[in-house]
């Protein structure tokens, strides 16, 4: 007969320790192993980024626009989108938005943005109803601007953004309008037809602000 010992107790105590200990390292292994091939090659989501773009860039032909006080505006555009100096506002409803930067998707134009100035008004409107004296500046009076569907997004004492359908003539677009009674200046983003949806066109309207350069 086999006499069972503390001893023994202990040794087979340690010995189911053992095999714990390496069923639990061989585990932890095989995630490793399961983890690196799930996130194998995926890139880190992108930060955030801002755009920062200074009115006026230039000279223009109107002389209350090159007067204008100098302002940063930024801007957080959705991913795969940039800024550009460079493009071609005939393919857009012609409006006067002046010193346009351009918004690119890979290698197409695919909107623009710039900025008039406005006068206050001399009778203090309601607030919700301040864009109505201010919009009116983009009509370049050749061709009926329309603003159709406007919906505010952010609304302040001193600042505004909404968006909206923009129509001339026969061209229409989809727009994000700004303005700030600071600075006096007003901000148009014109962007072709589809290529934002009404979420993608809230986060650039709660993205925007305005600093005095």
Known sequence: MYNYTRQDYFDKKQDFSDKISVAIMVGLVVLSLIANTIFKDKDPAPADVVTDIR?????TEVEA?????PFHLN??????????????????????????YF??????????IGFNVFTPPEEEPVITSYHQHV???????????????Y???RLTDKFEAGYCELNV????????LCYNR????????????????????????????????
Request: charged share 20%.
């Open 151 to 153: 919906m505010i997004v």
């Open 65 to 69: 626009v090159n007067k204008a006080m």
């Open 103 to 112: 918004i690119y998707s890979g290698e197409n134009c695919i909107g623009y």
């Open 182 to 213: 600071d600075v006096h200046n007003m901000v148009g983003i014109v962007l072709e037809k589809g290529v934002a949806d009404e979420a993608a066109l809230q986060q650039i309207c709660l993205s925007l602000s305005f600093s005095v350069a």
């Open 55 to 59: 009115f006026p860039a230039y000279e």
């Open 75 to 100: 801007i957080k555009l959705p991913d795969q989108w940039e800024v550009k100096p460079d493009g071609d506002t005939e393919k857009f409803p012609q409006v006067n938005l002046y010193n346009p």
């Open 169 to 176: 003539a026969e061209k229409a677009a989809d727009a994000v």
């Open 135 to 149: 919009w009116p500046v983009i009509d370049s009076g050749i061709m009926p601007t329309s603003i159709n569907q």
